[in-house]
């Protein structure tokens, strides 16, 4: 499966965007989703997860209340909902998939075997 993020860019602190992650080539098989980020000098971290029902989600702790994933399986597409972003918000975001029908949501980076390009965020202070 093919991934392709978009929907980044330069927003002000307390602000909003929707980021988009499309899914193309195989998509008939079941995938759970997830949205990592990179920021300058940082590893990649694990932002949120979804499992392929939609029935669970899971989201790092410094994004709870203010990021929503969510996912159209009819479209492929998976969303990510950012407000109340915050400068150290600022990082390439990456959405990755793992083909799984588990309802464990995974949060680790060796767990996703296809990935996307990547969408820079920035958040001005």
């Known amino acids: 499966v093919q991934l392709q993020a978009s929907g980044g860019g330069l927003v002000q602190a307390g602000g909003s965007l929707r980021l988009s992650c499309a899914a193309s080539?195989?998509?008939?098989?079941?995938?759970?989703m997830g949205w990592f980020r990179q920021g300058p000098g940082k590893e990649r971290e694990f932002v949120a997860g979804?499992?392929?029902?939609?029935?669970?989600?899971y989201y790092e702790e410094n994004v709870k209340g203010r990021f929503t994933i969510s996912r159209n399986n009819a479209k492929n597409t998976v969303y990510l909902q950012m407000n109340s972003l915050k400068s150290e918000d600022t990082a390439v975001y990456y959405c990755?998939?793992?083909?799984?029908?588990?309802?464990?949501?995974?949060?680790?980076?060796?767990?996703?075997?296809?990935w996307g390009q990547g969408t820079l965020v920035t958040v001005s202070s």
């Open positions: 080539g195989r998509t008939s098989s079941s995938y759970m």
């Open positions: 979804i499992s392929f029902s939609g029935g669970s989600i």
């Open positions: 990755a998939a793992r083909s799984t029908t588990s309802q464990v949501v995974l949060t680790g980076r060796r767990h996703y075997n296809h």
